[in-house]
């Protein structure tokens, strides 16, 4: 029992670290394109994604994860590869 809650600890805790540090690369690569969260939200928008700044800005900080459709934008309107917005480090 203690084993499993562990594991299941340790998951949820990678899943959190990862989740914040593909939002940091959101950010960066926003920032990098000279988007506002407004912008890339409505350029995300406009592609047929149901997304708000707010969306965005907890996407960046790691409060919220990405749907499949969004990640495929993403790298289309961030014009980046998939290993720019995977990239987690060791």
């Known amino acids: 029992m203690v084993s499993s809650v562990l594991r299941l600890f340790r998951c949820n805790f990678m899943n959190a670290v990862v ?4 939002g940091a690369n959101v ?3 926003r920032e990098r394109a000279n988007m506002t969260q407004e912008e890339l ?5 406009l592609a047929g994604c149901d997304i708000t700044r ?4 907890k996407i960046e900080v ?3 994860h990405l749907y499949p459709d969004e990640i495929v ?3 289309r309107i961030l ?3 998939y290993e ?5 480090g060791p």
């Open 54 to 57: 707010s969306a965005v800005a």
């Open 27 to 29: 950010r960066r690569l």
């Open 84 to 88: 720019e917005l995977f990239d987690v």
């Open 19 to 22: 989740e914040k540090k593909i």
């Open 62 to 64: 790691g409060q919220r």
């Open 41 to 45: 939200s409505v350029k995300l928008q």
């Open 73 to 75: 934008l993403l790298k």
């Open 79 to 81: 014009k980046v590869d």
